[in-house]
């Protein structure tokens, strides 16, 4: 028994320090890139690097956020599907104001392209300051280059100059917010019904935010910025992955088998004093009981650690 009692012990000490990691991880609102990697690889019981956390978030696996440190300036916007000729229709006029000739248009653009599908950006409301916080990432814009040129950085490649025309992105609630720079300089100025307001002074007057395409562009990335991930998405991804390992299909009564044979394995050994390991606890388990294999032992031991850690 005491040999039992000695086991329980390091179960609990184990038990307590594995407590207070779970209790730091739920006080936080987001890790860091580190502490990403560190706490995915914990969890799957695999090295999982920095890289490889920016990898997952550019496949879709996991949402990364970044920390902005300053107000922005952005615009609600949403993402139509359309295809090419419904957006480059309504565009074909010149310089001058007169509609390009259906002909000149129809000889640069095929049917088989104007007829393609695409995604179109569709800004609406006016522009609007959006305050410094934590703000999930969409990575259909600048922002995704944004993520792959940290990525190319983190493998040691050349990550290259890339531009999206439609600027970066991110997600505010349920909004959808487009980035947006000022094209000049503002500065602050008191206007005539004595209100403090943004004036651009390279052109002359004060902005204007609804009509705003001559005062501001789409930013051309989301800027110098850290990016993190909230515990949140963390916790949707370790459950997602843990549910769809197909090695988790186990059943309940082989589950109780290797439980008992633990047990009679942990009150029928002769050491007085054993630092019980898993690899100790599997020897002594498949020496007692010759139906149970190794492999399959570990298998399981594999699957309870995993549910164990992700349930933290």
């Not at 209790?23 to 580190?34: C, M, P, S, V």
């Not at 349920?174 to 947006?180: R, S, V």
């Not at 388990?285 to 164990?308: G, Q, V």
């Amino acid at each position: 028994m005491e040999s039992l009692t000695t086991w329980f012990n390091h179960l609990l000490r184990q038990r307590v320090k594995g407590d207070a990691v779970i209790k730091l991880f739920k006080l936080k609102n987001w890790l860091t890139l580190e502490e990403t990697s560190r706490r995915l690889s914990t969890t799957f019981e695999e090295r999982v690097s920095i890289a490889d956390c920016l990898q997952l978030a550019l496949d879709g696996h996991i949402v990364i956020s970044a920390i902005f440190t300053s107000t922005q300036y952005g615009i609600r916007s949403e993402v139509e599907e359309t295809t090419w000729r419904n957006v480059l229709v309504p565009a074909r006029s010149s310089q001058v104001g007169e509609d390009v000739p259906m002909d000149l248009f129809n000889t640069t653009y095929k049917a088989e392209f104007l007829d393609s599908p695409c995604e179109h950006i569709e800004r609406s409301g006016s522009i609007f300051n959006l305050a410094s916080g934590i703000y999930d990432l969409p990575l259909i814009g600048s922002e995704r280059l944004d993520v792959s040129h940290a990525l190319a950085i983190e493998q040691g490649r050349d990550p290259g100059d890339f531009i999206n025309m439609e600027g970066a992105f991110v997600k505010f609630g349920n909004n959808l917010i487009n980035l947006m720079l000022p094209f000049n300089k503002l500065a602050i100025r008191t206007n005539e019904e004595k209100q403090a307001h943004e004036y651009d002074e390279h052109i002359g007057e004060f902005v204007d935010y609804e009509n705003y395409h001559r005062f501001f562009y789409p930013a051309d990335g989301i800027g110098a910025v850290e990016l993190v991930f909230r515990r949140e998405h963390i916790e949707i991804f370790e459950k997602n992955q843990l549910h769809d390992d197909e090695s988790l299909s186990v059943s309940l009564s082989e589950s109780l088998v290797i439980m008992g044979a633990m047990l009679d394995t942990l009150k029928n050994t002769e050491s007085k004093s054993k630092r019980w390991t898993q690899d100790s606890l599997k020897a002594d388990i498949t020496e007692r009981n010759n139906t149970l294999k190794a492999r399959k032992i570990d298998d399981y031991f594999s699957i309870a650690n995993k549910y164990y850690k992700s349930d933290s």
